[in-house]
């Protein structure tokens, strides 16, 4: 089967998938794109609605004959399902619902908040012809906030917030375990990808944590994680960011 | 085997889903109804159940769990009966993209316009002394921030502006995808179907200018479809509001663009 994987820096979502990739021993072609710049909107398949609408923002693209799909988590649990190395995800349907549980969390709350921050801090810039071509309305008004520098307070106190919840909920779900789900998964992946970088951004929330702490230096060192690491063309791939979920807007 | 408790509001949006998925798989359950407008899913007997709140949760045995789509997943793969997930993985990825999108996009919106119209104006005038105190025990912040808005009303009229433009282009999204094929996310029904008719089974009458016969003849078929299902007709039976009644509109063979009272 010919795949295809359009990812930026190991961050975040790209991160995830590629990850998860390697992990599974599944074969695909790899394309460096430059997500921090908008650069997945000049793709082929930019408009077809699961690339332009998917809900993650500036996420990895894996094209298979012919489809692309988006979305971290979903094509973990793809490649999980196609490729031959160890699961990623548990066999009893208890552990698999925790494991679905923990995901979404992770993306509906964690995500947004870890995006929202790092591009605060390391701006993602698109020309204005380039965001011309984003064919989502509510992604292309995130692209020129963040480009404008325009940060509301309340979203930022928000986002501390949802990044300090993780911490504490990631601390105490490693009482007794070395892996979120028991066994190396998508879970460590999603949630390892999306806080790599709070360390530095945000040190108060993992003060004090040591569990969580030993976890992120045990998944930095699993061989399929510092496979994709290996593939950053910066020095610090925990630094890329690029427009991510939109904050929920309920509050 | 372990029992199965599901408490639950009406078969609409999140309630409904796992709702559906179990009466879809043929899996009994014992049904305990939480008027979400009277805040029962607040009351402390709940709340030990599910300490944010949120309905519906589910009881397996000793069990608790929650998230609808999360728990619509479970109930396929713990219980025998039909299977709700297609086989093929990238048809499974697809089913995961929609619900995606429906739980984390459009649903809010949909959500937001309900909440204003049917959920706001229902409790409104209740004790403000009585509701005040009942946001007050809400335990997530921002489900207490979205009761105190659609009490008073304070959905903004950007945000309806912009939840009605999501509302518009979802349903164009809808109604191309279920052009490609007889169900929303592959060939055969699916956990993204019951998401999904969740979602719009009153898409025509709340929508009439956005989702007919006409418009979308597409979204109408697969409503239709879904509706015809015995699963689906013992599902909404066990509604008591006029808004799930709202489905009794599929039963019409044709509705037409503005033609609707």
């Not at chain 2, 029962?40 to 769990?65: C, F, K």
């Not at chain 2, 946001?135 to 945000?159: M, N, V």
């Not at chain 2, 008719?197 to 979308?216: C, H, V």
């Amino acid at each position: 089967m010919r795949m295809t994987l359009y990812h930026g820096e190991p961050n975040g979502p790209s991160l995830t998938v590629l990850a998860a990739l390697f992990a599974k021993e599944v074969e695909a072609e790899l394309v460096h794109i430059d997500l921090a710049s908008g650069a997945r909107h000049t793709l082929s398949c930019a408009q077809d609605p699961q690339v332009a609408m998917s809900v993650e923002g500036e996420g990895p693209v894996l094209v298979v004959e012919g489809e692309a799909m988006t979305d971290s988590v979903f094509i973990g649990c793809y490649l999980d399902d196609v490729g031959r190395g160890a699961k990623l995800r548990p066999a009893d349907p208890y552990e698999r619902w925790e494991t679905m549980r923990w995901c979404r969390q992770m993306i509906e709350r964690t995500a947004p908040a870890a995006a929202y921050l790092g591009c605060r801090a390391h701006r993602p810039k698109a020309d204005a012809a380039l965001l011309e071509r984003i064919g989502s309305v509510d992604l292309r008004a995130r692209w020129e906030q963040i480009g404008a520098g325009s940060f509301s307070e309340a979203h930022l106190t928000d986002s501390r917030g949802k990044i300090n919840q993780a911490a504490e909920r990631i601390e105490a779900r490693l009482d007794g375990r070395d892996w979120l789900m028991g066994t190396f998964g998508i879970a460590d992946l999603e949630s390892y990808a999306w806080l790599a970088g709070m360390v530095r951004l945000l040190p108060a929330a993992f003060a004090g944590k040591p569990r969580t702490a030993a976890w992120l230096e045990r998944v930095r060192a699993r061989p399929a994680v510092a496979q994709a690491l290996a593939l950053s063309r910066s020095a610090d791939p925990a630094a890329s960011w690029s427009v991510g979920p939109e904050i929920n807007r309920w509050g | 085997m372990p029992s199965v408790t599901l408490y639950h509001w009406e078969p609409n949006a999140n309630s409904g889903k796992p709702m559906l998925a179990l009466m879809e798989k043929g899996v009994a359950f014992e049904s305990h109804y939480l008027d979400l407008l009277n805040f029962d899913q607040h009351q402390s007997d709940y709340l030990a159940i599910n300490p944010q709140g949120t309905i519906p949760a589910m009881l397996h045995g000793d069990r608790v769990l929650t998230e609808s789509t999360a728990i619509m997943e479970y109930v396929d793969e713990a219980f025998a009966g039909p299977r709700l997930m297609p086989e093929d993985p990238r048809d499974r990825w697809r089913v995961r993209w929609w619900m995606k999108l429906m739980d984390q996009w459009l649903g809010p919106s949909f959500s937001m316009i309900g909440w204003k119209v049917f959920v706001g104006p229902a409790v409104s005038s209740r004790d403000p002394a009585l509701l005040k105190a009942a946001i007050e025990r809400i335990p997530l912040p921002e489900r207490r921030l979205a009761w105190r808005k659609a009490i008073s009303g304070e959905f903004g009229e950007e945000e309806l502006k912009e939840s009605q433009r999501r509302v518009a282009l979802g349903i164009r999204m809808l109604e191309q995808e279920l052009e490609k094929r007889p169900w929303l996310a592959s060939h055969e029904y699916s956990l993204a179907d019951i998401n999904g008719f969740n979602l719009a089974y009153a898409l025509p009458l709340a929508q009439p200018a956005l989702s007919n016969d006409e418009l979308t003849p597409n979204i109408l078929r697969w409503l239709r479809a879904v509706y015809a299902r015995p699963a689906t007709k013992a599902c909404w039976a066990m509604g008591r509001t006029s808004m799930v009644k709202r489905v009794e509109i599929l039963e019409q063979p044709h509705i037409g663009a503005g033609k609707i009272a």
